[in-house]
């Protein structure tokens, strides 16, 4: 029996698993005494998320049709990166392949749990400054649209509800009080 907690795990097993994630069945005792189940999606890699300002209060987001909520969302550039590997190299890896954009300055902003009642999944948040701009080259499987907003537009949209990803959302958020607070400069 392991515990976790207040929680104590009699027996678990591996339900499902993909390249990306797994789902394992646990037979739990709660906190109360209560013998019951648990479902816990397990995520293979930790999500990465990159905010790249320029000098000029611009930012770049990214547009795609996400298959599990069936709609297209903008969203600031993100991706997955291996446990494995420092998450830094991750961010970049993704900034360079999505935006096509490489930065000399990076800031990590937030560390987030994004679903933690039934999930594992972390997220890492960084802002990308001093840009250099190449090409895109987006995995095989992405048909991605680039768009180029002021930050202060972002924080806008953001505000209104028209963008709903939570690494978007919350990193936005973020980078603003970053920003007005003095935590982080345009200048760079």
């Known amino acids: 029996m392991e515990e976790r907690g207040p929680w104590k795990t009699l027996s678990f097993e591996e339900r499902y698993s993909t390249p990306w994630i797994s789902v394992s069945h646990h037979q739990i005792i709660d906190p ?3 013998e019951g189940i648990y479902g816990v999606v397990h995520f293979k890699n930790l999500a990465v998320g990159i905010i790249p ?3 000029e209060g611009n930012t770049w987001i990214v547009g795609q049709y996400r298959y599990p909520i069936d709609a297209y969302s903008w969203e600031i550039i993100e991706g997955g990166g291996s446990r494995e590997r420092p998450p830094i190299e991750s961010a970049q890896r993704e900034l360079r392949e999505e935006a096509g954009i490489v930065a000399e300055h990076w800031t990590e902003v937030l560390q987030m749990d994004l679903s933690n009642s039934a999930s594992d999944e972390v997220a890492i948040i960084y802002v990308a400054q001093g840009l250099t ?3 895109p080259e987006p995995d ?3 048909q991605l ?3 180029k907003v002021p930050f202060a537009e972002l924080v806008e949209m953001v505000m209104r509800g028209e963008l709903r990803d939570s690494l978007t959302v919350a990193g936005v958020l973020k980078v603003d009080r970053l920003l007005r607070d003095g935590g982080i400069s345009l200048q760079k």
């Open 32 to 34: 109360s005494g209560r």
């Open 53 to 55: 300002l320029d000098e």
């Open 133 to 135: 701009f190449h090409e």
């Open 140 to 142: 095989h499987n992405e």
């Open 145 to 147: 649209e680039l768009r």
